[in-house]
Antibody
Framework: QVQLVQSGAEVKTPGASVKISCRASGYPFFNYYIHWVRQAPGQGLEWVGTINPANGHTAYAQNFRGRVSMTRDTSTSTVYMEWITLSSPRSEDTAIYYC???????????WGLGTLVTVSS | QPVVTQEPSLTVSPGGTVTLTCASSTGAVTSGSYPTWFQQKPGQAPNTLIFSTNRKHSWTPARFSGSILGDKAALTLSSVQPEDEAEYYCLLFYSGIWVFGGGTKVTVL
């Protein structure tokens, strides 16, 4: 069956290096886009971005463009998300980060359990 | 970036019907926005109920339905059950990016 296994919780200071992962199994890795969605404590869902595992092409929400990077490792069927600027992550980036597959347009069929990223000085 | 707007909260009686809407700051929501609806209960990951306006998953109860009403996407819950109490989010597609609405808290009372 399809599974998305996410990496464990992270506690970081602002601007520290953070890279979280999502390992897919149970289906051909190249078949489905993988999206990242975050949820700050007590807040709603926010779409972060997406990666096409077949070619590595990405798209990001405006709030994350230039601040995060999504990559994939086809040998391990894993996608990664990391913050790429010295000013990120910020305390406002404290949230649960979910990965999800998009089986067909808008059909976010399978979800990981989420990775809690806590950013605090 | 576009803004997607939902009712913050709605209350419905058991057995009743309630309609949630999803509006776009860029104008009318159409099928080309591929409206998707999620249900989220506390401590759980979101669960897709409806995608591409009105398509259901095998696990989507028949009492949930999606549509376009006027210039908005809509999610209608009929014969509401106590277990339908949850947060509901819509998601719209805009030329390569997706934007969530702020969510609607549905209370069954």
């Amino acid at each position: 069956q399809v599974q998305l296994v996410q990496s464990g919780a992270e506690v970081k200071t602002p601007g520290a290096s953070v890279k979280i992962s999502c390992r897919a199994s149970g289906y051909p890795f190249f078949n489905y886009y993988i999206h990242w969605v975050r949820q700050a404590p007590g807040q709603g869902l926010e779409w972060v971005g997406t990666i096409n595992p077949a070619n590595g092409h990405t798209a990001y929400a405006q709030n994350f463009r230039g601040r995060v990077s999504m990559t994939r490792d086809t040998s391990t069927s894993t996608v990664y998300m990391e913050w790429i600027t010295l000013s990120s992550p910020r305390s406002e980036d404290t949230a649960i980060y979910y990965c999800a597959t998009e089986v067909s347009i808008g059909d976010f069929d399978y979800w990981g359990l989420g990775t809690l990223v806590t950013v605090s000085s | 970036q576009p803004v997607v707007t939902q009712e913050p909260s709605l209350t419905v009686s058991p057995g009743g019907t309630v309609t949630l809407t999803c509006a776009s700051s860029t104008g009318a929501v159409t099928s080309g926005s591929y409206p998707t609806w999620f249900q989220q209960k506390p401590g759980q990951a979101p669960n897709t109920l409806i995608f591409s306006t009105n398509r259901k998953h095998s696990w989507t109860p028949a009492r949930f339905s999606g549509s376009i009403l006027g210039d908005k996407a809509a999610l209608t819950l009929s014969s509401v059950q106590p277990e339908d109490e949850a947060e509901y989010y819509c998601l719209l597609f805009y030329s390569g990016i997706w934007v969530f609405g702020g969510g609607t808290k549905v209370t069954v009372l």
